[in-house]
């Protein structure tokens, strides 16, 4: 099983462009979540997908757009790329039952923004 | 602000040796995890332990639990170079579906 994939791996942007970080899982699960992950702050939440149709905002949520397409893929969207978006952006999964909520990540994607 | 936070920040011992992490929290929740997370990659889940559990073991690996000073901790027994890495613990709020993470404690075994 390949679990959670992200892509791309890298991505050099510059202040304005758009683009869409993609995140797909093939473990059946029925959440899944992005997370930015900067120096000294550990991981903070953006959004989040409890089930199939549904998107709620995490801790961080400015600047970034989200899109459940189906229950295996999950993307996030930066419509206009600012410098402090700069960060490594992980996707997990989980199954989504409720309690004991054990979350699966995927490799990452390291983003500049310059 | 985090609802956990860590302590060390940053942790080096020799190989052999014992490797303590703790983690407190601000409010209620459903259960404590911790992850592990190797340089440049993804978090890899470890353990979890539940509000009403105190002590939890899996292999090298001792997690306590204190809910009335809303803390826990990690032991790693026996570390190994191959322990190297950064450590993460997140909380499940009571209510709440997502969890939220520690900043973390980076782990580094010398041989």
């Known amino acids: 099983n390949a679990g959670v994939t992200q892509t791309p791996k890298f991505q050099v942007l510059k202040t304005g462009q758009s683009m869409t970080l993609q995140c797909a899982q093939d473990?059946?699960?029925?959440?899944m979540y992005w997370y930015r992950q900067d120096p000294g702050m550990g991981l903070r939440l953006i959004y989040y997908s409890a089930s199939e149709g549904t998107t709620d905002k995490g801790e961080v949520p400015n600047g970034y757009n989200v899109s459940r397409l189906n229950k295996r893929e999950f993307s996030l969207r930066l419509e206009s790329a600012a410098p402090s978006q700069t960060s490594v952006y992980f996707c997990?999964?989980?199954?989504?039952?409720?309690?004991?909520?054990?979350?699966?990540f995927g490799s990452g994607t390291q983003l500049s923004v310059l | 602000s985090q609802q956990g936070e860590e302590d060390p920040q940053a942790l080096s011992i020799q190989e052999g040796e014992n490797a303590t992490m703790n983690c407190s929290y601000k409010t209620s929740i459903n259960n404590l995890q911790w992850y592990r997370q190797n340089s440049g990659r993804g978090l890899v889940h470890l353990i979890l332990i539940r509000s009403n559990e105190r002590e939890k073991h899996s292999g090298r690996l001792r997690v306590t639990l204190d809910t009335s000073k809303k803390s826990s901790s990690l032991l790693i027994t026996a570390s190994r170079a191959a322990d190297t890495a950064s450590y993460f613990c997140a909380t499940q709020i009571q209510g709440a579906q997502k969890l939220v993470f520690g900043q973390g404690t980076r782990l580094t075994i010398n041989p």
């Open positions: 997990a999964s989980s199954d989504g039952q409720g309690l004991d909520e054990k979350l699966f």
């Open positions: 473990m059946n699960h029925n959440s």
